[in-house]
């Protein structure tokens, strides 16, 4: 007698429900190729800083240059992005809320900073600014230098960032319900309090989402930096700049290390920026 | 009722009544125009300025030097092989994943956008680490005569990596959108798969793709930080237009740098003349929404 | 306090959405701004509310004039279409908004404050819910928390635009019944918009009719639908078909037929009788008794005959016209579709042709 087993019936790792083709190749190419770019080379770094070991990061952050450099860079970012947040979304505000001449023009221009090269944008700021430049000359009139110190580099990540700030507010600041402004005037609210108490606060987290994004970028921004920098060691030179400097000394661990950190602070951004939209999604419902 | 008595009241007549005073309107633009000119339109101005400072003979010459003439090449070079490889891993990847379920979906979303939270710098970092002399697979490509650092392919990968969501990311989301739908009517209809894919699902996502592909090729040829890591600067071989834009700035040749850089401004501006007109007349074709 | 506006006029970019209004809302009353969409019932509203400013006309509240105040003074309470609650305030922040935004001098204390908040959302029956975000809250209950809002200030007038229109069926019929009791209780002035006459004849003390910018007719719900002052009402408001007349020295003539109807009060020429169901009884072909109402007789085919929650309704084709009247069946009528009938015609207004 043979006691017949129902074989236990397995879900299927991958349900393909619908009729179309192409999903094994798409995927299958998708992910060897995202393996092969992105992936392998990244888990190379994260390989050679193992390799490294805690002597390797103790050795390298133990330098006092690198430690300034770290700390320039993360500093000058996230003032940077901080004030570049704050113009972001004043600008986002009169490109939205206002009508004015020029409008979509100025509009337009939000985007120089991501479509022009960052090494043509880093002589032009170093050239505008320079001590004999259009902007440099009458600053240093005033008793200010802004070349080859970090408010050189501030400028250059304010320049970096806007597009940021700007981009991320400006669709929120669109979709401002006017009956809200309403709501607030008809309860007596002045006009001061239904803008800062009404219709600023539902801007805040994408607000802190570009300026995630512009501090993450800031922080390993390159071309755009080290000509206005001057990349003086111990007082204007970034982070990602010594790791240039340490690779064409060939000291691979060291210029490891530093990539490693500047990594892991990107991903604790990107992390920041999806714990900011869960955040704002269950408390106001979208984001 | 006491508050309403009159000489308390105010009276006030804009032609809205939930705007903000004129004057603080007035400000706003203002403030927003001049933040902008100073940080954007002026820095943009200087770069042809500076270019044609010493006339146009000069800005022709710096153009028409060897060593620029071999950079522009490079430049495109790169360009033309990067942005079709990832014209077609935009396009695979978000077929994959705007039109079929599978676990771990949003996971794959998040690497395909990885690249762009890595610093330019640590991107051509990797590639040294991975290919170079001393790098995991250094020997191996030694032994073997293949070159990859300091030469060509090195500065693909390097271009490959820093632009490599652009395309996926303008489609993904449109795809999620607009559903299997069509896909599945011109199935029943007895046109094949990839029959379906090219007559149906190309011209839905025509608009965005180029889109895609216009933001792909301006950062590809603009790239610097990581190109610069790989590329060992050598003169005429290894150097795109960004590369020597910085070396010309760096030997005080500051007519030459910018007017290779002007060049690069002018694709910039193309760029976004091309982005801006794209999105005046086919946004709710590239953004999904209606 | 009673709303006084006083011929009040708005254009939009050329498009006159009032044309001269005037209207008086008495202290304590209900009313229900009734009007199809354009009709200017909105633009209404919000002028008195002091979100548009008119062109010509003004606003009075009780004695005082408040043509010339801004919104924040005028003192109303308004509920928006789409509740326009404050999402990242609590439930309990956004009624307290109000009382809080207050100039010092004038701000109630912080205890104050919150014992306002917990007997509103008493009242609303919303106990509990002080520390939810407007996300966590069905339709019915963002609307309750809008009314909430719009009260705790104690207003002078609540004004209310489409206050249930985004709402689901069922949901409206509650809200509706407990806005009513709402007013009972607290007793404001209270005015709202509507497009639903359903809404407006069963919720409002008066309620007034907009068409093109100008209103129709102000008046008990009863009166409204008994005695519509114009063709507009008349069609607008309850079920009615329209018949082609001609009146004569005071009497409506049909063909050869001549009607007493009691609303033929227009000069001589062409019109329309407008009828409502309860205007006609029916009786079948040979049931002599029916026939000779006290205004009149009308001939007709049955051809169709409906099912109704509280009876059956026929609908009649009369005789050499395209005309279809309805009207209520008697518990034992014989006859179906096809069968000839006669109408006694009990009611019905005229208005004249171009009206």
């Not at chain 3, 006609?280 to 007789?297: K, S, T, V, Y």
């Amino acid at each position: 007698m043979s006691v017949a087993v129902a074989a236990p019936r397995r879900r299927p790792f991958i349900r393909i429900t619908g009729a179309l083709p192409g999903f094994g190749l798409a995927l299958g190419y998708a992910l060897s190729w995202l393996g092969f770019i992105v992936l392998l080379p990244l888990a190379a770094l994260f390989l050679r800083a193992s390799s490294a070991g805690v002597e390797g990061f103790a050795v390298t952050l133990s330098d006092p240059r690198v430690q300034h450099a770290l700390l320039l860079s993360f500093g000058v970012s996230a003032i940077a992005a901080l004030f570049a947040t704050l113009a972001g979304v004043i600008i986002a505000w009169a490109l939205t809320r206002y009508d004015f001449p020029g409008r979509r023009l100025v509009d337009a221009m939000v985007d120089l900073p991501f479509a022009l090269p960052t090494a043509v944008a880093g002589i032009a700021l170093a050239a505008l600014y320079a001590p004999d430049g259009l902007l440099g000359a009458p600053l240093a009139r005033l008793g200010w230098q802004v070349v080859y110190n970090p408010i050189g580099i501030f400028i250059a990540l304010v320049f970096i960032g806007l597009p940021y700030a700007v981009r991320t507010v400006q669709p929120l600041i669109a979709e401002i319900d006017r009956e809200l402004e309403e709501a607030a005037a008809t309860l007596g609210a002045a006009r001061w309090q239904t803008v800062f108490q009404v219709l600023v606060p539902p801007l805040a987290p994408a607000a802190l989402t570009g300026l995630a994004l512009a501090f993450a970028r800031g922080l390993g921004e390159y071309g755009s930096v080290i000509f206005i920098a001057g990349n003086l060691p111990g007082v204007s030179e970034i982070a990602p700049l010594l790791i240039v400097i340490k690779l064409s000394e060939f000291d691979y661990t060291g210029a490891t290390v530093i990539a490693v950190i500047m990594l892991a602070m990107a991903f604790l951004m990107l992390l920041v920026i999806n714990l900011i939209q869960a955040w704002s999604r269950r408390r106001m419902g979208n984001v | 009722m006491s508050d309403l008595e009159p000489q308390r009241q105010r009276v006030y007549t804009p032609d809205s009544v939930v705007t903000e005073a004129p004057w603080a309107r007035a400000a706003i633009i203002a403030f927003a125009a001049a933040f902008l000119a100073l940080f954007l339109l002026l820095p943009l101005g200087l770069i042809f300025h500076e270019a044609l400072s010493k006339g146009f003979d000069a800005y022709w010459q710096a153009l028409t030097d060897p060593d620029a003439v071999s950079a522009i090449r490079l430049t495109l070079l790169v360009a033309a092989i990067a942005v079709p490889l990832n014209l077609v891993f935009g396009v695979a990847a978000s077929w994959a994943i705007a039109k079929f379920d599978f676990p771990g979906k949003s996971f794959l979303i998040t690497l395909v956008d990885l690249p762009f939270s890595v610093s330019p710098v640590v991107a051509g970092l990797v590639y040294v680490l991975l290919f170079g002399a001393q790098g995991l697979l250094g020997p191996w490509l030694q032994e073997h005569n293949i070159q990859i650092v300091f030469a060509l392919p090195g500065i693909v990968l390097a271009t490959v990596f820093v632009t490599f969501p652009f395309v996926a990311r303008e489609l993904i989301p449109l795809m999620q959108e607009q559903g299997t739908a069509d896909e599945e009517a011109a199935l029943t209809l007895g046109a094949s798969g990839l029959r379906a894919f090219l007559t149906v699902t190309l011209p839905n996502i025509r608009w965005a793709l180029l889109y895609g592909v216009l933001l792909c090729n301006a950062r590809a040829m603009g790239e610097f930080g990581a190109v610069s890591v790989v590329s060992g600067h050598i003169r005429g071989l290894t150097n795109t237009m960004p590369l020597h834009v910085e070396i010309l700035y760096n030997e005080y040749n500051f007519v030459a740098a910018f007017a290779v850089a002007s060049l690069l401004a002018i694709l910039a501006l193309v760029t976004l003349i091309g982005k801006t007109i794209l999105e005046w007349r086919y946004g709710e074709a590239i953004s999904g929404r209606h | 306090m009673d709303i006084r506006v006083t011929d009040l006029a708005k254009e939009f970019g050329g498009a006159r959405a009032l044309r001269g209004v005037s209207l008086h809302i008495r202290s304590g009353e209900l009313m229900a701004l009734l009007g199809p969409s354009g009709s200017g019932k909105t633009t209404l509203l919000r002028i008195i509310a002091g979100l548009e400013r008119a062109e010509r006309g003004s606003v009075f509240f009780g004695e005082t004039d408040a043509t010339r105040l801004s919104v924040q003074q005028r003192h109303v309470g308004f509920v928006f279409q789409h509740y326009a609650l404050f999402r990242h305030m609590t439930v309990a922040d956004n009624i307290a908004y109000g009382l809080r935004v207050r100039r010092r001098s004038e701000r109630p204390s912080r205890a104050a404050i919150s014992a306002r908040v917990e007997e509103l959302l008493a009242l609303m029956q919303l106990e509990g819910y002080g520390g939810r975000h407007p996300a966590q809250l069905s339709g019915g209950q963002k609307q309750r928390v809008a009314l909430a809002r719009a009260l705790a200030v104690d207003p002078r007038v609540l004004l209310l635009d489409e206050p249930f229109g985004a709402l689901d069926a069922k949901v409206r019929k509650d809200l509706r019944a407990w806005l009513r009791q709402i007013h009972a209780q607290t007793g404001h002035t209270t005015v709202f918009v509507t497009h639903d006459q359903d809404e407006a004849l069963e919720l409002a003390d008066r309620v007034a009719i907009l068409n093109h910018g100008r209103i129709e007719q102000v008046g008990a719900p009863d009166e409204i639908h008994a005695q519509p002052a114009s063709a507009f009402v008349a069609s607008f408001v309850g079920d009615a078909a329209r018949v082609p007349v001609r009146v004569r020295g005071g009497k409506v003539v049909f063909g050869e037929e001549v009607l007493e109807a009691p609303g033929a009060a227009m000069a001589d020429g062409d019109g329309w009788l407008w009828l409502r169901p309860y205007d006609l009884r029916l009786a079948g072909e040979g049931d002599a008794d029916a026939a000779g109402g006290p205004a009149g007789q009308l001939g007709g085919v049955i051809v169709g005959v409906r099912r109704t929650a509280n009876g059956r309704r026929v609908e009649v084709r009369l005789h050499g016209l395209d005309v279809i009247v309805e009207a209520d069946a008697p518990a034992g009528l014989s006859c179906g579709e096809g069968g000839q009938v006669t109408l006694a015609v009990l009611g019905g207004r005229v208005f004249p042709e171009n009206s």
